[in-house]
């Protein structure tokens, strides 16, 4: 079991950027793959960024290339998303999940945290 705690989220102007951390307490066993999704009011869940245990792994999605950056510190059990030139279409919820197998994209993410949210005015 993983407790997963976001933080770091809030309002900016678009072309601002904002920092994540995503926190696990207890079995980082289960923390080998770690991810960032978002939901955005009356849209699906999409993945945002996932990476793998020693970062050497990354996915992310097409919207969000070039301007996001997951990294993650294992030494405190963290793992951080920088938000660059941050639009208004990038307003939503933002969760944390990890799993215990890294498959890309194709992760299985069992654990989940209760999202931080994000909102970027125009």
């Known amino acids: 079991q993983v407790l997963l705690v976001e933080s770091g989220g809030g309002l900016v102007q678009a072309g601002e950027s904002l920092r994540l951390r995503c926190v696990a307490f207890g079995d980082t066993a289960v923390t080998i793959a770690m991810a960032w999704f978002r939901q955005a009011p009356g849209k699906e869940r999409e993945l945002v960024a996932a990476?793998?245990?020693?970062?050497?792994?990354?996915d992310y999605a097409d919207s969000v290339k070039g301007r996001f950056t997951a990294s993650r510190d294992n030494a405190v059990n963290t793992m951080y998303l920088e938000m660059n030139k941050l639009k208004p279409e990038d307003t939503a919820v933002y969760y944390c999940?990890?799993?215990?197998?890294?498959?890309?994209?194709?992760?299985?993410?069992?654990?989940w945290g209760r999202g931080t949210q994000v909102t970027v005015s125009s």
């Open positions: 999940a990890s799993g215990r197998l890294w498959a890309g994209t194709r992760t299985t993410f069992e654990y």
């Open positions: 990476i793998a245990w020693d970062g050497s792994m990354t």
